[in-house]
């Protein structure tokens, strides 16, 4: 699957110490997993000159306090606490100053964040989505990314997740209902 490296970017979703490091209050051996190939990508995309986002899953501890219905707290702990080691991308990741950081406080990255102005800004049509949980917000941004009018490819082997059926279901859904899915080996910038 090839890519115009012109309008595409690369979306590296909550590749934080909370979900991929065995530390984390939310560890997902999967997620650790999908590191190196997340770490591929990324260097594929930087030779190519295609922008890499980084999203960061942050969360005020009063977050939820007033919260009606929302509320992740409840259904998955504190978490990912703003400030604390949960919060930071991974050491195996490294964020450089060109990268762009999206820190977002629900699934979804494009919730409340600048990220959609930003992408269009620079013209990018293509989301290239890698990172973790397949299932929650991999498959929430690039939900929100194809009501946006924007192409989402999720890279099937690039993907953290907490049990296989959820990745599978992931791909499967954003597949048949808004995106494409790849295999890394098979994604070409040009």
Same mark, same amino acid.
């Given at each position: 699957?090839?890519? &115009? ?5 690369? $979306? ?14 939310? +560890?997902? *051996? /999967? =997620? ?6 997340? #770490?591929?990508?990324? &260097? ?8 890499? @986002? %980084? ?5 005020? *501890? ?6 009606? %219905? ?12 703003? #400030? =604390? ?15 762009? @950081?999206?820190?977002?406080?629900? +699934? ?14 620079? #013209? ?6 890698? #990172? ?5 917000? $991999?498959?929430?941004? /690039?939900? =929100?990314?194809?009501?946006? &009018?924007?192409?989402? @490819? ?6 953290? +997740? ?11 859904? /954003? ?16």
């Amino acid at each position: 699957m090839r890519f &115009d490296a012109s309008e595409t970017a690369v $979306v590296a979703v909550d590749m934080q110490n909370g979900f991929c490091h065995p530390d984390g209050g939310l +560890y997902a *051996p /999967a =997620s650790e997993e999908a590191i190196e190939p997340v #770490g591929d990508l990324i &260097d594929r995309a930087r030779s190519a000159d295609v922008p890499v @986002v %980084y999203t960061r899953d942050v969360h005020p *501890p009063e977050q939820f306090e007033d919260a009606h %219905y929302y509320d992740e707290f409840d259904r998955w702990g504190e978490h990912v606490l703003e #400030g =604390s080691f949960e919060a930071e991308i991974v050491d195996e990741l490294e964020v450089r100053p060109e990268d762009h @950081v999206v820190e977002k406080h629900t +699934y979804d990255a494009f919730h409340r964040t600048e990220l959609g102005g930003w992408l269009e800004a620079r #013209g990018i049509r293509d989301l290239v989505i890698c #990172g973790t949980l397949a299932n929650v917000c $991999v498959l929430h941004t /690039a939900g =929100s990314a194809g009501l946006r &009018d924007l192409r989402p @490819v999720l890279v099937e082997d690039a993907l953290g +997740y907490i049990e296989e059926d959820h990745r599978e279901y992931a791909l499967e859904h /954003a597949d048949w209902l808004f995106g494409e899915t790849v295999e890394l080996g098979n994604v070409a910038f040009e």
